[in-house]
């Protein structure tokens, strides 16, 4: 590896595997930039539960902690870490967390840790990080949600300061807000946030962030080119999973809509709809409303796409459509824009951010009317995008080099003070 570079440790909690290739994908290509200036190691933590009876069996012998390489090249390290807990943790919890939050009066948290589990996660977090054996300067948790709190273990046992940063709906819907997670939030050196909205999400659950900065998502500005290219008949491009908050209901009948009232040709391209094993549901329901709708004779359906071909897909489109309930800062019309097509969104977040009108339009987060409306607007040419431009701007806000210089500030201001 070479020498006199800053190393840091990140923690993932989803991240491609040979079964799911999609899966964390971007987390992987933010790693490999950063590889290019820190020696990064990725550690893809995976909590399993297990009967009391097994794990003292496990415990002697080592075997409750397990690590995995799974990757190595150009000062990337890629580990994959199960660490088995007692199940009964898990239902001590439960008890103490209602026990405590009713007698305390607490509000705002859903859980509280016991004693026991917190010193229990610290201990094997200590034994991670004597099984990697190495020395780091910082410790990025990269999604907090599903490892700030190992983030902040294992930044505290190596005495480093840690960062987070969060893509997920927060809180991610079903969960509640942890007492131990809220201060490893609370006691982060940065936060570093990919959009405004995720910024509001955070604070509205009364959670104080020490310094926030302002990030952004990357996007692989050498992978995603524009390449101007006009079309006989414009093709909109929607590229999401099959999850209720990317709302393909509303897609439909924006649609079915722009089918209606259109008079000029028009293709539909739905992509990646089934890529994500375990986080697309209830696909076939969707082939079938789409193989229903009135657009169904010029809709194209891509189950799934490679992250090597999908720069191919954004380049066969005119613009980029999506439809979703909520967002952090979505990759996909990120990526299309910096392919040079229009982006057509609701005000899901993260959007907002970036998309202004000449770059594209946002309508209210169920109006399919006007979305519809927008989009005829630009098959009959009353709006128009210079692709040239919308590139531009996303090159400069979000391209490689602005991450870089973004999060190198941050790696120099938190580690400075150590």
């Given at each position: 590896?070479?020498?006199?570079?800053?190393?840091?440790?990140?923690?993932?909690?989803?991240?491609?595997?040979?079964?799911?290739?999609?899966?964390?994908?971007?987390?992987?290509?933010?790693?490999?930039?950063?590889?290019?200036?820190?020696?990064?190691?990725?550690?893809?933590?995976?909590?399993?539960?297990?009967?009391?009876?097994?794990?003292?069996?496990?415990?002697?012998?080592?075997?409750?902690?397990?690590?995995?390489?799974?990757?190595?090249?150009?000062?990337?390290?890629?580990?994959?870490?199960?660490?088995?807990?007692?199940?009964?943790?898990?239902?001590?919890?439960?008890?103490?967390?209602?026990?405590?939050?009713?007698?305390?009066?607490?509000?705002?948290?859903?859980?509280?840790?016991?004693?026991?589990?917190?010193?229990?996660?610290?201990?094997?977090?200590?034994?991670?990080?004597?099984?990697?054996?190495?020395?780091?300067?910082?410790?990025?948790?990269?999604?907090?949600?599903?490892?700030?709190?190992?983030?902040?273990?294992?930044?505290?046992?190596?005495?480093?300061?840690?960062?987070?940063?969060?893509?997920?709906?927060?809180?991610?819907?079903?969960?509640?807000?942890?007492?131990?997670?809220?201060?490893?939030?609370?006691?982060?050196?940065?936060?570093?946030?990919i959009s405004n909205d995720k910024i509001r999400q955070i604070m509205m659950q009364n959670v104080h962030l020490k310094d926030i900065e302002y990030m952004g998502n990357m996007v692989d500005t050498d992978k995603f080119e524009y390449r101007p290219v006009k079309h006989d008949i414009p093709s909109?491009?929607?590229?999401?999973?099959?999850?209720?908050?990317?709302?393909?209901?509303?897609?439909?009948?924006?649609?079915?809509?722009?089918?209606?009232?259109?008079?000029?040709?028009?293709?539909?391209?739905?992509?990646?709809?089934?890529?994500?094993?375990?986080?697309?549901?209830?696909?076939?329901?969707?082939?079938?409303?789409?193989?229903?709708?009135?657009?169904?004779?010029?809709?194209?359906?891509?189950?799934?796409?490679?992250?090597?071909?999908?720069?191919?897909?954004?380049?066969?489109?005119?613009?980029?459509?999506?439809?979703?309930?909520?967002?952090?800062?979505?990759?996909?019309?990120?990526?299309?824009?910096?392919?040079?097509?229009?982006?057509?969104?609701?005000?899901?977040?993260?959007?907002?951010?970036?998309?202004?009108?000449?770059?594209?339009?946002?309508?209210?987060?169920?109006?399919?009317?006007?979305?519809?409306?927008?989009?005829?607007?630009?098959?009959?040419?009353?709006?128009?995008?210079?692709?040239?431009?919308?590139?531009?701007?996303?090159?400069?806000?979000?391209?490689?080099?602005?991450?870089?210089?973004?999060?190198?500030?941050?790696?120099?201001?938190?580690?400075?003070?150590?």
């Amino acid at each position: 590896m070479p020498s006199g570079r800053k190393s840091i440790l990140v923690t993932v909690s989803w991240y491609p595997t040979k079964e799911n290739p999609i899966a964390g994908s971007f987390f992987k290509e933010q790693c490999e930039l950063l590889s290019r200036q820190y020696d990064i190691t990725v550690v893809k933590l995976n909590p399993a539960n297990t009967l009391w009876s097994r794990y003292i069996l496990q415990r002697p012998s080592g075997k409750d902690i397990s690590l995995h390489k799974t990757g190595e090249k150009d000062g990337l390290k890629e580990y994959d870490c199960v660490v088995f807990r007692p199940v009964e943790y898990a239902v001590m919890n439960n008890i103490h967390s209602r026990v405590t939050i009713k007698k305390k009066g607490l509000s705002g948290i859903g859980s509280v840790d016991t004693d026991a589990d917190i010193r229990f996660w610290k201990k094997h977090m200590a034994r991670l990080a004597d099984m990697l054996g190495e020395r780091f300067d910082l410790v990025y948790g990269l999604s907090a949600q599903g490892t700030s709190v190992y983030a902040m273990m294992l930044a505290e046992y190596l005495n480093v300061p840690y960062i987070l940063s969060e893509h997920s709906p927060f809180l991610i819907p079903g969960s509640t807000l942890n007492a131990t997670f809220k201060e490893s939030m609370e006691k982060a050196s940065c936060f570093l946030a990919i959009s405004n909205d995720k910024i509001r999400q955070i604070m509205m659950q009364n959670v104080h962030l020490k310094d926030i900065e302002y990030m952004g998502n990357m996007v692989d500005t050498d992978k995603f080119e524009y390449r101007p290219v006009k079309h006989d008949i414009p093709s909109f491009l929607i590229v999401a999973a099959n999850s209720f908050y990317k709302n393909y209901d509303l897609f439909i009948k924006t649609m079915d809509r722009l089918n209606e009232i259109a008079n000029k040709p028009f293709k539909v391209i739905i992509a990646g709809y089934a890529a994500n094993k375990g986080y697309s549901q209830n696909v076939e329901e969707l082939i079938t409303k789409i193989n229903a709708s009135s657009f169904a004779d010029k809709a194209e359906l891509i189950p799934s796409v490679s992250r090597d071909e999908i720069k191919d897909l954004y380049n066969r489109a005119d613009a980029f459509v999506m439809t979703s309930l909520q967002e952090g800062q979505p990759v996909a019309p990120l990526e299309a824009a910096c392919c040079g097509l229009p982006v057509f969104s609701t005000r899901c977040g993260g959007v907002e951010d970036y998309v202004d009108d000449t770059i594209g339009r946002i309508v209210g987060i169920l109006d399919h009317e006007a979305l519809a409306g927008y989009l005829n607007d630009y098959l009959e040419g009353k709006i128009t995008f210079d692709g040239e431009h919308i590139r531009d701007v996303i090159a400069k806000r979000f391209g490689r080099d602005a991450f870089m210089s973004k999060f190198t500030d941050v790696v120099n201001r938190v580690t400075a003070h150590e």
